[in-house]
């Protein structure tokens, strides 16, 4: 077996996203629970989440989201050696996600493990994907965040049913002459280690909202603005802010402190809910579809949730 050499740098190739079909409105929620559009608009900005179905597992949609992300950047299944999930939502914890997909997909004898920082997973996951590729571990690593956070939601609940939401999105990682990923900024609070939680695999998903709105809008905005500065890059030349999706004020909250006044801000939330550690990846995938980013842009994305953990990293839109 070749040694892949090491690599200056590394960078996105690709980006694939996958959700599931069925469409969960808010008027839809209204009829099961006490609650209304309004209510949810105004609290969390979500109009509508797409829900998987019984049969649809975390495995089934990383391996839609990693297929297309690997078809898109041009490279056959036997280039990649690596594959790593970023899930915090698994049914079972043997075998991992990341050697099952990797199967799915035609990937040889990769390496292959999960990593579970809850929603700044991806970010946690492209960080030590760019660091294999630079330090030779890997030639080219298949990242991907992929969440089933229905199956571990009390849907009689209005505090998290109306938040979380299922899917998957996927970068494919490579070497290049030039940074494309710029250094990782990361860290947690573990002392708000229990304002999200699941106790025990009998319990629900808990999580206190008010603890993790305060924390979410004043601790993250100097870790986007350090992910900015080791990565040489001025907020002004952003131009686009990719939060993880968790709720629309703390989205805005954060990106008004940034001053990335020239940056288009992911909204994804307001159509595909919080997806944990799929909800970046996939943001970006959608944004590429529609427009909202073109190949070259520099985006800023920035992951955290429960741990209380967080992430974040300047990127070259592939």
């Not at 609940?157 to 979380?164: H, N, P, Y």
């Not at 695999?201 to 900015?228: D, I, M, N, S, Y």
Request: glycine share 10%.
């Amino acid at each position: 077996m070749r040694i892949p050499d090491i690599a200056p740098g590394a960078r996105i190739l690709a980006f694939g996203h996958y959700q599931p079909d069925n469409v969960v409105t808010n008027d839809d929620l209204a009829k099961t629970m006490e609650t209304n559009d309004e209510w949810i608009q105004s609290r969390v900005g979500i109009k509508e989440r797409r829900i998987a179905s019984a049969t649809e597992s975390v495995e089934d949609m990383a391996a839609q989201a990693g297929g297309k992300a690997l078809a898109a950047s041009g490279l056959a299944p036997d280039e990649v050696d690596l594959v790593i999930v970023a899930t915090c939502t698994l049914e079972t914890q043997i075998p991992n996600a990341a050697a099952v997909v990797a199967h799915r997909l035609g990937i040889k004898s990769p390496g292959a493990f999960d990593v579970n920082a809850a929603c700044a997973g991806f970010c946690y996951a492209l960080g030590t994907a760019s660091a294999a590729v630079r330090g030779g571990a890997a030639r080219n690593v298949l990242v991907i965040g992929s969440e089933k956070l229905s199956q571990w939601i009390d849907w009689t609940d209005r505090s998290t049913a109306v938040i979380f939401a299922d899917g998957a999105g996927a970068a494919v990682v490579g070497p290049s002459d030039t940074p494309g990923i710029g250094p990782v900024v990361w860290g947690s609070s573990g002392d708000k280690s229990e304002a999200i939680a699941i106790a025990d695999r009998t319990k629900f998903l808990f999580q206190e909202g008010q603890t993790v709105f305060r924390w979410a809008t004043t601790a993250l905005h100097p870790v986007a603005l350090e992910a900015c500065a080791r990565a040489g890059v001025d907020p002004s030349e952003l131009a686009a802010f990719v939060p993880h999706q968790a709720n629309l004020r703390i989205i805005e909250a954060i990106a008004r402190k940034l001053g990335a006044d020239k940056a288009v801000v992911g909204r994804d939330i307001v159509t595909a809910g919080n997806t944990s550690a799929a909800s970046i990846p996939l943001a970006l995938s959608r944004m590429l579809e529609r427009g909202e980013v073109r190949s070259g842009d520099l985006a800023l994305i920035l992951g955290f949730g429960a741990g209380l953990a967080y992430a974040g990293q300047v990127i070259e839109i592939p």
